[in-house]
């Protein structure tokens, strides 16, 4: 068993890149075949992405839910098809300055639970195919609402026409549509010029490196990955139980745990079931 080449890295995407690219990059960089990624960023955004490797893919699910912080540019008046840079501008126009007190008094208004339409442009699947599929072919669809929660929103910057934000959302949440949302709450238009994604949970963007930068140094292990999760030290008869997937007791009360053999290497993440335990996933370090 090989730990080397397992764990995640934080990258700090550059503009012009899509997610998937930076992580077939990464790949060839690192001579890596197993890798995967943690919530997109379109090309014109920048910030921290999560990559994963070998058998740190097994880390994601547990990451995913996480809340993301992202700083956002938005430009009023402007509005394009994607509502961010990359999309055919529809409208352009001068818009008269807002004081600070109706931008503090819209902002409130979009903290908490909120109901958003995702862009025409956006990777939800409508009838099996992706919503940005229909728009490639001008076919018109009907965007499902969601519910999404904002649990900070706070004004960084504002000289007129542009207005910086900074906002921690749940998963699923669409800046580019927030940015819009508020803008239409005061009258107008907007579209995100610039987005950087600032932190995704416990992992922050001043952590992660340029992809040109990172080595196989800075890969964060699964065990630290999951640190949200204590680990517990079982014995060589009880690993073996481990790696065949059986029922565990412990002398534990929490949820979900790690199990770590006795030289402190993760086995598995187990899942209180009553007095027991039970395998949630198992890892081949």
Known sequence: MNN??????LINKAEGYTSRKVGNMLARQLNIKKVGHLGTLDPFATGLLIFALGEGTKVLPFLEDDPKTYVATLQFGLLTTTLDPDGKVLKDESVEP?????????????????????????????????AYEYARRNVEVVMPKREVEVFSLKV?????????????????????TLGQDIAQALGTNAT???LVRTAHGDFKLD????????TLADMISPSK??????FY??????????????????DASEEIVQIHDMNGVLQALYKKKGDNYIPLRGFNL
Do not use: C, W
């Not at 080397?4 to 890295?9: A, D, N, Q, T, V």
């Not at 931008?103 to 956006?122: C, L, M, W």
């Not at 990955?225 to 204590?230: D, E, K």
């Not at 690993?239 to 029922?247: A, C, D, L």
């Open 207 to 214: 952590n992660a490196k340029r992809i040109e930068d990172v």
């Open 4 to 9: 080397e080449k397992s764990g995640i890295l």
């Open 192 to 194: 995100t010029i610039k």
């Open 233 to 250: 030290r079982v014995s060589d008869e009880e690993v073996k139980k481990v790696r065949n997937g059986m029922t565990i007791k412990l």
């Open 156 to 176: 960084l910057a504002y000289s007129h026409p542009e207005l910086v934000i900074a906002a921690t959302v749940s998963k699923g949440t669409y800046i580019r």
């Open 225 to 230: 990955a999951l640190s949200r999760f204590p």
């Open 98 to 130: 807002f004081t600070n007190a109706e931008i503090e008094k819209v902002i409130t208004r979009f903290t908490g639970q909120i109901t958003q339409i995702p862009p025409t442009t956006s990777a939800i699947k409508i009838d099996g195919k992706r």
